[in-house]
């Protein structure tokens, strides 16, 4: 476990600091993007609707054995955003929540956040260029679908079929999201 540091108001683990600042350059196209989408948003943003994820795990009342809650998910902040035909998105640090949300959701832009600190800079070419346009293509050309069967085609896609994958979720036939190993 890393050692705590006093550094002021925060106590940040001391040998992740470095890793911190690589990861946030690594993803600075991301971190950028995200930074204006918030300054965007910010009236849609009410005062109280930023929270950590642990925060949200310990509100939730089915605490699934199967789910991970560690070192990865700790102090992440993610915001809710309150505001008509928006969708959850992850960009870097920033992690945009629509509300009303469940847990499936932020954890699945968790799973994107995951991927964006694999992929860097790239990340925006490979997952999120074609999950926003796979998103306008759906809302545009499957309106007469019913959402069971737009939802199972979202989710069947490579990248965010891996972003489920990477926090452990999984999409089943149902039509709900299930914890997995």
Not at 67 to 95: A, H
């Amino acid at each position: 476990m890393a050692k705590m540091e006093d550094r002021g108001p925060l106590i940040i683990p001391k040998e992740n600091l470095f890793i911190k600042i690589v990861l946030f350059i690594w993803q600075l196209p991301q971190n950028i993007i995200g930074f204006i989408v918030y300054l965007s948003l910010k009236k849609y943003i009410k005062k109280g609707n930023i929270y950590y994820f642990f925060d949200l795990y310990d509100k939730h009342e089915s605490h699934n054995p199967y789910m991970y809650v560690g070192e990865d998910y700790d102090y992440k902040e993610y915001i809710v955003v309150e505001k008509e035909n928006f969708n959850s998105i992850s960009l870097g640090n920033f992690v945009f929540i629509k509300k009303p949300f469940e847990l499936f959701t932020v954890l699945h832009e968790y799973g994107h956040q995951k991927q964006s600190k694999k992929l860097g800079i790239f990340y925006l070419i490979f997952i999120g260029l074609p999950s926003i346009v796979c998103n306008i293509y759906d809302k545009i050309f499957h309106k007469k679908w019913t959402d069971k069967k737009r939802i199972e085609w979202y989710y069947k896609l490579l990248w965010e079929k891996n972003a489920n994958k990477l926090s452990n979720l999984e999409y089943s036939s149902d039509g709900t999201f299930k914890f997995i190993k």
